[in-house]
């Protein structure tokens, strides 16, 4: 190798195992975390996105912004750069081919990086209810129960591209020692986050409990009334909000995240013969990673939990049900709406001050912050006034 780089921790997924979490955890804490010897290279967390797109060659579209060309150069420069720890996360990484993430590694250790791959992974019974979610999130149109016919009967659905966490690890570790790449596995259902936490921050060389994780929750999972809501509304959208474009800016963060995350809806599961054989390519898949000899922070065991009651058919949601929740999405999404309209009058209302006393705007807004400034403007409206 040449340079002088420092440890590169490559974060390539997968989707839907707490990514979000960690990141948010870190990203609103950068500063800590830099102080604890850990680089997150970039200027924000979306310059990590824009690495997977470069990394993926898909930058040359007329759909993704321009910044993201030779994003991924950029991240290795500025991890090169640092003699610490440096981290790269995003959970699209997982869907590079083996040859672009070849290639990927390949620049990081020619800049004299040691690399480190870490893959996030969850039981593959949960993932596959989360796919769905995060794809009827996407504009996707089929029902959960087409989804799971399709990921059976294809191995080179997305599904298995991501969420197949051995593949990715594989595809990934390059010609990597087995000592490079480790594996943390999410905890069972019902386990406190901060365990999640505390497995990643080990990988990181960090101490988990000098970050404040209570952090807002964010891309929640769907109850099965509320998703076949989202379903349906994809379906009367037809080609209007596109993706890229301003569907996820509208539908996804607001109607999806803010308005129907917070309804109480019918957990999705599986029936009993789909969520048998999704164990069974669970199993197969930590016997894969067992196999490799990579490091496992967490428990194999937590991949092959034992099925929890299941039913034989899948639930069908009646109209008069998604009527009821349909007419509350509607009255939020109005309150949403109302809240946005205030904000941007209120906007309006500064910068029309600003534009017409901006000597006094200015002073009036430095003062918020100063409080001897505060103070003086206090005996000058005082003053003022005995005038």
């Known amino acids: ?83 610490g720890t440096s981290l790269i996360s995003h959970e699209l990484y997982a869907g590079a081919s083996a040859e672009q993430a070849r290639a990927a590694v390949k620049e990081l250790e020619a800049a004299g990086c040691e690399v480190h791959i870490v893959v996030t992974a969850r039981d593959l019974v949960r993932q596959l209810t989360a796919e769905w979610q995060e794809h009827v999130k996407h504009r996707y149109v089929h029902t ?26 594989q595809r990934w570790a390059s010609d990597l020692g087995a000592d490079r790449l ?29 970050f404040d994780i209570d952090v807002p929750h964010s891309n929640s999972s769907l109850g099965v009334e509320q998703a076949e809501l989202l379903r349906r509304v994809n379906l009367a959208l037809g080609p209007r909000l596109p993706i890229p474009g301003p569907y996820p800016l509208v539908v996804k963060n607001i109607l999806a995240h803010r308005i129907l995350e917070a309804q109480e809806g019918t957990k999705l599961t599986l029936n009993t013969a789909d969520a048998e054989r999704t164990l069974t390519a669970s199993q197969d898949q930590a016997a894969q990673l067992a196999s490799m000899g990579v490091q496992i922070i ?64 200015a002073l009036v807004q430095a003062a918020r912050s100063r409080p001897a400034l505060a103070r003086a403007h206090r005996w000058y409206r005082r003053t003022r006034h005995r005038d």
């Open 144 to 169: 959960f129960e087409e989804f799971v016919e399709a990921v059976a009967g294809d191995p080179d659905h997305w599904f298995w591209r991501v969420q197949g966490f051995a593949g990715v690890l």
């Open 298 to 361: 967490g428990d194999l065991s937590d991949l092959t939990p034992p099925l929890t009651a299941t039913s034989t058919n899948y639930p069908e949601t009646t109209d008069t049900e998604l009527l009821d929740h349909a007419v509350a999405a509607m009255a939020d999404l109005l309150v949403a709406l109302n809240h946005r309209r205030a904000a941007a009058a209120d906007a309006k209302d500064v910068l029309d001050t600003a534009r017409a006393t901006p000597v006094r705007f």
């Open 1 to 83: 190798m040449s340079g002088t780089g420092g440890r590169v921790i490559l974060h390539v997924g997968s989707p839907k195992t707490g990514t979000t979490f960690l990141q948010d955890v870190l990203w609103r804490q950068r500063d800590l975390a830099l102080e604890q010897g850990l680089l997150l290279p970039g200027e924000r967390f979306n310059d990590h996105f824009l690495g997977t797109l470069d990394v993926r060659g898909i930058v040359d579209t007329r759909v993704h912004p321009q910044r993201a060309v030779g994003m991924w150069k950029r991240l290795v420069a500025e991890a090169a750069a640092f003699d």
């Open 182 to 210: 480790h594996v943390v596995t999410v905890p069972p259902s019902g386990t406190a986050p901060a365990e999640l936490w505390r497995r990643f921050a080990q990988v990181l060389g960090i101490d988990p409990d000098a």
